[in-house]
């Protein structure tokens, strides 16, 4: 199952649709509402239709009420919130870990290898950045994220 069937599985299990949905303009690429999300037929890759549907999922779980207001600093806090979620769901530090393990170091190797795009990838570099600094150390291993991504296995 690739990583697009888990999260159409997730939905499904907890009763989100998905639907494929044109909506206007190519720039928007999604959106959650009362149960249901829409992809926009313009994301035609099955890796941005993922990352797509983990920020919409990261809506269904970490959103209230309607947030298109992004004047609003709440509304902007739940952007970011469902961001994070979908970053952590798709990415998250330990899937860092095993893509410098498997042998991954520039960016485009290690979005490929965790089935996403390098623009979601960067934007995780930038939230963990701005949540955790320069560093974070997990397990044995430190992520560093300041001056660039690079992780290295502690001795």
């Known amino acids: 199952m690739n990583k697009l069937e ?3 599985q997730e939905a499904y299990d907890d009763n989100v649709k998905v639907h494929n949905y044109y909506l206007g303009e190519d720039n928007l690429k999604g959106f959650y509402i009362d149960g249901n999300i829409a992809i ?3 994301v035609n890759t099955t890796t941005e239709k993922a990352c797509v549907l983990a920020e919409e999922l990261g809506h269904h779980y970490t959103s209230v009420g309607n947030i298109i207001d992004m004047d609003s600093s709440s509304n902007r806090k739940q952007e970011r919130q469902a961001r994070l979620w979908a970053y952590n769901k798709q990415i998250g ?3 860092l870990v095993r893509a410098y393990e498997h042998g991954c ?19 995780c570099i930038e939230f ?3 949540k955790y600094g320069e ?3 997990v ?3 430190i ?3 300041i001056p660039h991504l690079a992780v290295l296995k502690k001795i």
């Open 6 to 8: 888990s999260l159409e």
């Open 40 to 42: 926009n037929t313009s």
């Open 93 to 95: 530090l330990k899937g």
């Open 105 to 123: 170091t520039a960016s485009h190797e290690i979005a490929e290898y965790l089935d996403v795009t390098e623009e979601a990838l960067q934007e």
């Open 128 to 130: 963990y950045r701005d």
């Open 135 to 137: 560093y974070k150390t």
């Open 139 to 141: 397990e044995h291993y």
């Open 143 to 145: 992520i560093f994220f």
